[in-house]
C-alpha cells in the first residue's frame, strides 16, 4: 500500500503564504516524481507542478511564478510553497507521486483564499 497525505491548507487572506506538505509512505520508498494538482470549484483538475528524484521542476504555463515546488527524498515528502495568494488560487490541492507506471493520488487540502 502506499499512502500519500497532504497538509497545510487553510483560509487565507489575499496576500499571504501557505506551504503544503505531501508525505509519501508505504511499499514505495523513492518516487521518481512528485508534484501537484488542484481544482478550483466548478474547474477540471489541472497540474499546478511536478519534481524529480533529481531536483527537476516543472510548472504548467498557468502556474504564475509565486508557486514553488520542492521535495525532500530523505523524507518521503514534496512541498508546495505558494506566496501572494490570490482568490483564484483558492482549490483542494492534490498530491500526486509515480513510480514506473503506476500512479497515486492524496485526498486533497483545501486552500481558501478570501478576504
Known amino acids: 500500500q502506499v499512502q500519500l497525505v497532504e497538509s497545510g491548507g487553510d483560509l487565507v487572506q489575499p496576500g499571504e503564504f501557505l506551504r503544503l506538505s505531501c508525505v509519501a509512505s508505504?511499499?514505495?520508498?523513492?518516487?521518481?516524481?512528485m508534484g501537484w494538482y488542484r481544482q478550483a470549484p466548478g474547474k477540471q483538475r489541472e497540474l499546478v507542478g511536478t519534481?524529480?528524484?533529481?531536483?527537476?521542476?516543472n510548472y504548467a504555463d498557468s502556474v504564475p511564478g509565486r508557486f514553488t515546488i520542492s521535495r525532500d527524498n530523505a523524507k518521503n515528502t514534496v512541498y508546495l510553497q505558494m506566496n501572494s495568494l490570490r482568490p483564484e488560487d483558492t482549490a483542494v490541492y492534490y498530491c500526486?507521486?509515480?513510480?514506473?507506471?503506476?500512479?497515486?493520488w492524496g485526498q486533497g487540502t483545501q486552500v481558501i483564499v478570501d478576504s
Open positions: 508505504g511499499r514505495i520508498f523513492s518516487f521518481h516524481t
Open positions: 519534481v524529480t528524484d533529481d531536483g527537476t521542476t
Open positions: 500526486y507521486a509515480r513510480f514506473s507506471d503506476e500512479e497515486y
